[in-house]
Structures are given as C-alpha cells and as structure tokens.
C-alpha cells in the first residue's frame, strides 16, 4: 500500500511541466543494525523504494548526493548546525564511530555520520533545485529523520534532515514548504 501511494504521488510530480529529479543517498547503506538484531530500519527500505521509483520510470534525472558539486560535506554540516545542537551532532557523530543505540528504536552503527552527511546532502540538493525553480526533487535517504529534534534522535531518526535543508533554503533568501509523508502502514 504505501508502494502504491509513493508511486502516485511520484507520477503526479512527474507529469507536471517539469521532469521529477532523484536526489539518492548511496552511503545509506553504511547505516545498519547490530548484527544479528532485527530491525525494520535498514537499507532494504531504501533498495525497494528506488526499484519501485525506477520501474514506474517517473524520474527524468537520477543524481547521487555523494557527487554533489552544490552541496559539500561541510555545507550539510552547517545545514545540520541550523537546527541541531551541536552537542547532538557531536554526540551523533561520537556514536557512529562504535555504534550504539538512543533508544530503543534508534540505533547508530560505525558509517551512520557519513551517511547522515550525505542524507543531509540529498535534501538540501533537492530543495535547492526546487527552490531554484528546475522543478521538483525528491530526496531519497535515509535514516528517516523527521522524528529527530534539536537535542534527542528518536523514531529511527539521528537528524532531521528536512528541517536542516529548509533552514539552509530559507537562510538563503528561498521560500520553502515541507510535506511529511510519514507512512506507518
């Protein structure tokens, strides 16, 4: 079911005057539960919504945000800086080094940092060319980060990438809007 739904409202952006581009966080696949524990947040999540988006044929452009010559690793950092404490980043970043876990539900793994960067780099390319006006974006990342607040990771999320690239939109002169599609079933 939200297959389906992802897909509609992907074909719907796709058909409008301007071609959908992918905006895909490749490092994702370095954010990954302990071994041996179960989780349902793991890179397949992402695997099964790129296949689904590539076989309905709805992006015109596919880029990868670990290529980004718009935003640097020091740019999602300062993205990141807008919204999130930076003892929570430090934190964050501290964790990802070993692995760990802040709650029962949000784990971080050695690679965790390295992909929010570049989850924090696919969507700040993707508001930036929406805001720009080359039409719509989507960013395909994960950890899901709109659970995460300024001081705590929670519900999957280590940050909120969504809320940082708004900020770094709007703290460039953009006027910007969120729709959070949070899909539980």
């Known amino acids: ?9 992907l074909a719907l952006l796709a058909h409008g005057a301007t ?4 905006i895909e966080s490749t490092l ?3 954010h990954r539960p302990p071994p041996g524990q179960r ?5 397949d999540r992402l695997e099964t919504a790129k296949a689904a988006i590539e076989s309905a044929s709805v992006a015109a452009h596919w880029l990868e945000a670990k290529n980004s010559t718009t935003t640097t690793v020091f740019d999602a950092v ?20 070993t692995g760990g876990g802040f709650d029962t539900d949000t784990y971080c793994a050695p690679g965790s940092w390295e992909a ?11 508001v930036k060319l929406a805001a720009a006006g080359a039409g719509p974006a989507f960013a395909l990342a994960r950890p899901a980060g709109h659970h995460a607040t300024r001081d705590v ?8 990438y969504a809320a940082a690239a708004a900020a770094a939109a709007v703290d460039a002169g953009a006027s910007v809007g969120i729709l959070d599609w949070d899909v539980h079933h």
């Open 1 to 9: 079911m939200a297959r389906a739904r992802l897909l509609h409202v």
């Open 19 to 22: 071609p959908l581009t992918i």
């Open 28 to 30: 994702h696949k370095l």
């Open 39 to 43: 989780h349902v947040e793991v890179p």
């Open 78 to 97: 300062d993205a990141l800086k807008r919204v999130h404490a930076v003892e929570h980043l430090r934190e964050v970043q501290a964790m990802s080094k």
């Open 116 to 126: 929010v960067l570049d989850g924090t780099r696919a969507w700040c390319d993707a």
């Open 153 to 160: 990771a929670m519900g999957f999320g280590l940050v909120n």
